[in-house]
């Protein structure tokens, strides 16, 4: 897609879980960057954000792959991700590197201009510069938001999408209950614990249920592959979507866990 903006330049921190299975997020997120008025790249020689590593103690793959993304990045004024847990592990760069570390400044560089979409949006750029378009979209869909733990718990991520939300046409917002609750996905978690996992995504997709919602929405793809999974395993006719792809206008692909989602065209 290309652009000529003179904005701020973002590179884009695509993530694994939408470079493997939802590119349409990544999609969304460059359209709404670039609607935002922003030169928006995505750095070839970015990989995993390292959370794994990092959760499973293995600091010396972790500290790898953080060079790697920190030299990727060099340069932008800004790093935006389509997920809350992605973006927090790049603020936890620096607990990996020493401070006599080459790297350790550079890490707090990194931290200081990486945001999640929704917040990027919200909070840095203001949304005034989108408001516009995000009012001539329509969505007439009752829908739920499901707060992701990262997001909500490390870096502050609430109330921006619900207000990006409230300016698209269509759109009812009914809060489920424990919306700040985890899912039971939680990466590493759900398969070093699958019934405890399994116990917190059943509430998850009770409470859900309840709330009548055609969708329910979040920030993380994570979380949201793992209600799919369970709405769907569970037979409720609820769909799950990334937020971004409401605010960009781009619900015209099947919602997550559909089995005619075409990867390959996406690509």
Do not use: W
Request: charge should be negative; aromatic fraction near 8%; charged fraction near 20%.
């Amino acid at each position: 897609m290309p652009n000529i903006s003179s904005g701020p330049r973002v590179g884009l921190f695509v993530t694994c879980l939408a470079d493997m299975f939802r590119p349409s997020v990544a999609f969304a997120t460059v359209k709404l960057l670039e609607q935002a008025g922003c030169h928006a790249e995505v750095p070839k020689r970015q990989t995993c954000c390292g959370q794994p590593a990092f959760n499973s103690g293995d600091r010396k793959t972790t500290a790898d792959i953080a060079r790697q993304t920190i030299d990727a990045f060099d340069g932008y004024e800004y790093v935006v991700g389509p997920s809350g847990s992605c973006i927090g592990m790049l603020h936890y760069y620096p607990e990996v590197f020493a401070p006599s570390d080459s790297y350790y400044q550079r890490a707090l560089d990194l931290k200081s201009r990486s945001f999640e979409i929704t917040s990027f949006l919200f909070d840095v750029i203001g949304m005034d510069s989108l408001q516009e378009q995000l009012q001539q979209l329509q969505f007439n869909h009752k829908v739920t938001y499901h707060d992701s733990c990262s997001g909500l718990r490390q870096l502050g991520i609430k109330q921006q999408p619900r207000q990006l939300l409230q300016q698209v046409q269509g759109v009812e917002l009914e809060e489920m209950e424990e919306a700040e609750t985890c899912c039971g996905f939680g990466g590493t978690f759900c398969v070093k614990y699958p019934e405890i996992s399994n116990r917190m995504v059943s509430n998850k997709t009770e409470f859900i249920s309840n709330t009548d919602a055609h969708t329910v929405l979040g920030g993380d793809l994570g979380c949201l592959l793992n209600m799919a999974g369970k709405l769907k395993r569970e037979g409720k006719q609820v769909e799950a979507r990334h937020i971004v792809e409401v605010l960009a206008g781009m619900t015209d692909t099947p919602a997550i866990g559909e089995a005619d989602y075409d990867l390959a065209q996406q690509l």
